[in-house]
């Protein structure tokens, strides 16, 4: 039986899978733009921004919940 992840290691998949899913929209995001939809391309594009800052936060969460799980 496998061991279960902890909570460290479940949130730093979940941020690696919002980073994989985040690079897919912006590769169909880019094709949409070479096909005329640049309306279409801004917005995902301002979205994508805002993953990008929440996963730079999450990171950093994520690293202060390890370095406060060794001081305890």
Do not use: Y
Not at 10 to 18: H, T
Not at 36 to 42: D, N
Request: a negative charge.
């Amino acid at each position: 039986m496998a061991n279960p992840l902890d909570l460290k290691d479940a949130l730093r998949l979940l941020s690696v899978n919002q980073l994989a899913i985040a690079a897919a929209v912006e590769e169909l995001a880019l094709w949409a733009k070479q096909q005329g939809a640049t309306e279409a391309f801004q917005h995902v594009h301002d979205c994508l921004a805002t993953l990008d800052g929440n996963s730079h936060s999450l990171t950093v969460a994520i690293e202060g919940t390890s370095m406060n799980e060794s001081v305890h």
